[in-house]
């Protein structure tokens, strides 16, 4: 089966603090995602990785950073938590080309205090 | 750049009631389209896809067609169940090459037995 996991469902943080989550698949993918989804905005796209080492800025990057080193493995890093970052933050994978599905993992949601 | 109007919900339905979700888009070219649901406590997984014009993409029970003359891709399903209770998110590929999609904000359906 198929998976795309993410290391926590729950996490709670404090301002300012150096927040990591991490994202791996088990299908060989080399593309990589991570949105964040708030109610009534859908999701959005903070950065994508289409390669290791590789990473491209999506539509809201700021206050974030990314970390490829392995194909498997996609980190987002928050340099420094704010509570407006607290949100349910999704991690998918897809093979490349447009008519690929995306496979998504449980997602973490993550409360900045 | 990609833009998706998807039908505001929440929308409640008794079950075996008829289903339509509007999604137009606006794009450059052609893009695959996709819809993706979901289930409560879930990350998402797709429901169903079009690559080309006037395709039908099913999946379920559910069905939608790519409108290329209306830029839309309206998911419907003749008898709606209980537990198709769920966030649905209709999303336009973003260009052909990486395999970015662009979600619209997402659709709230409680179906009641």
């Known amino acids: 089966d198929v998976k795309v996991t993410q290391s926590s469902r729950y996490l709670v943080k404090r301002t300012g603090e150096k927040v990591f989550l991490e994202c791996v698949q088990d299908?060989?993918?080399?593309?990589m995602f991570w949105y964040r989804q708030d109610p009534g905005l859908g999701l959005r796209l903070i950065y994508f990785s289409y390669d290791v080492k590789m990473k491209e800025k999506g539509d809201i990057p700021e206050g974030y950073s990314v970390s490829r080193e392995k194909k498997e493995r996609f980190s987002l890093i928050l340099e420094s938590a704010s509570t407006n970052q607290t949100s349910m933050y999704l991690c998918?994978?897809?093979?490349?080309?447009?008519?690929?599905?995306?496979?998504f993992g449980p997602g973490t949601r993550l409360t900045v205090l | 750049g990609n833009s998706v109007t998807q039908m505001e919900g929440p929308v409640t339905l008794s079950e075996e009631a008829f289903l339509t979700i509007n999604c137009t888009y606006t794009a450059t070219g052609y893009p695959s389209l996709f819809w993706y649901v979901q289930y409560p406590g879930e990350g998402l997984q797709l429901l169903l896809k079009?690559?080309?014009?006037?395709d039908k993409g099913s999946n379920k029970g559910f069905e939608a067609t790519y409108r290329k003359e209306t830029t839309s891709f309206h998911l419907e399903k003749g008898s709606v169940q209980v537990s198709d209770s769920a966030v649905y998110f209709c999303a336009p590929a973003v260009g052909t090459s990486y395999g970015k999609l662009t979600f619209g904000q997402g659709t709230i359906l409680t179906v009641h037995p």
């Open positions: 998918a994978s897809s093979l490349p080309g447009g008519f690929n599905e995306q496979f």
């Open positions: 299908m060989d993918h080399e593309n």
């Open positions: 079009a690559t080309k014009a006037d």
